[in-house]
């Protein structure tokens, strides 16, 4: 016994030490299987140096990249009940988002900040994919119409920024009622005249694709962003014809006028903030003052 305590298990517990910190330093991209050192791929916004890859990028990292001074006022979202249908398939969807919220340290799919985006005072709703595929419940509804009464209030630009599979599955039609919802708040936006864009990530899907994701004043896409409704081996199976190699990403929803522009994440606060300034008239008033 004393053997195994004082020769084996140090031995063990050392290699799984130095797996834990070999897979803090380095980090494999899903593209090109690059290793990349965590402090570089973190800098870089969660994005490949070799292939340029856009991996997940977390909700408060992404408020944090495009806020001016990486700050943001967090805006709290009100909770609901958290499974009205009782749901549940090979797990009950209770423990589904206990999991998901343990994991990812969220409360749901969906955060909401408020800043200034190269001085210009914006609202975004960012969606985080890690969390259940990015689905769109109830709560994440909720995030976006309390992210557009935030807009409102403030006479603010509003971005959202979807990563999605689209629906939740285990909200039912309660999830389905978030689509019209969203568009509502959408349709507010419009009629106040403040702007509203939509920071397209990957992927973006499904019901979220056929509410708010395509509602936008302007479209920008991160690069090899796959944008759509359904699959592609479900569209290839109904028109029952093989389609580009690159349908449905984002340079080729480009190149058909469906997305505005394609642009990496390093360069998105200030394509952002040229477009926001352009559009509220923000900087001759400031300068004014």
Not at 11 to 20: E, N, P, R
């Amino acid at each position: 016994m004393n053997w195994l305590s004082k020769t084996v298990l140090p031995k063990i517990k050392a290699l799984v030490s130095q797996d834990s910190v070999q897979e803090t330093l380095w980090i494999k991209c899903s593209s090109c299987n690059q290793m990349i050192f965590h402090r570089e791929f973190e800098e870089q916004f969660n994005t490949c140096s070799a292939c340029g890859n856009h991996m997940p990028l977390g909700t408060a990292k992404r408020l944090a990249m495009l806020f001016d001074q990486g700050e943001a006022e967090v805006i709290p979202l009100e909770g609901n009940k958290d499974d009205p249908l009782q749901f549940r398939d090979l797990k009950r969807y209770t423990d589904r988002l206990k999991d998901a919220r343990n994991k990812n340290g969220v409360k749901d799919a969906i955060m909401v900040g408020r800043g200034r985006i190269k001085g210009v005072e914006t609202v975004v709703a960012a969606f985080d994919f890690k969390f259940m595929g990015g689905s769109m419940g109830r709560a994440v509804g909720d995030g976006i119409l309390k992210a557009a009464e935030t807009a409102l209030e403030h006479r603010a630009a509003l971005i959202i920024v979807p990563s999605t599979g689209g629906a939740r599955m285990q909200e039912g039609i309660l999830s389905l009622m978030q689509l019209p919802r969203t568009i509502i708040a959408v349709r507010r936006m419009k009629e106040a005249g403040l702007p509203y864009i939509v920071l397209l990530a990957h992927p973006t899907t499904g019901g979220v694709t056929a509410s708010f994701a395509m509602l936008g004043d302007i479209h920008i896409a991160e690069p090899g962003a796959i944008i759509g409704f359904a699959g592609r081996r479900v569209i290839e199976e109904t028109v029952r014809e093989k389609l580009p190699q690159d349908f449905q990403t984002a340079e080729y929803l480009q190149e058909h006028g469906m997305v505005d522009m394609v642009v990496s994440r390093a360069d998105q606060p200030d394509v952002i903030g040229r477009i926001l300034t352009m559009l509220m008239d923000k900087a001759p008033r400031r300068a004014a003052e």
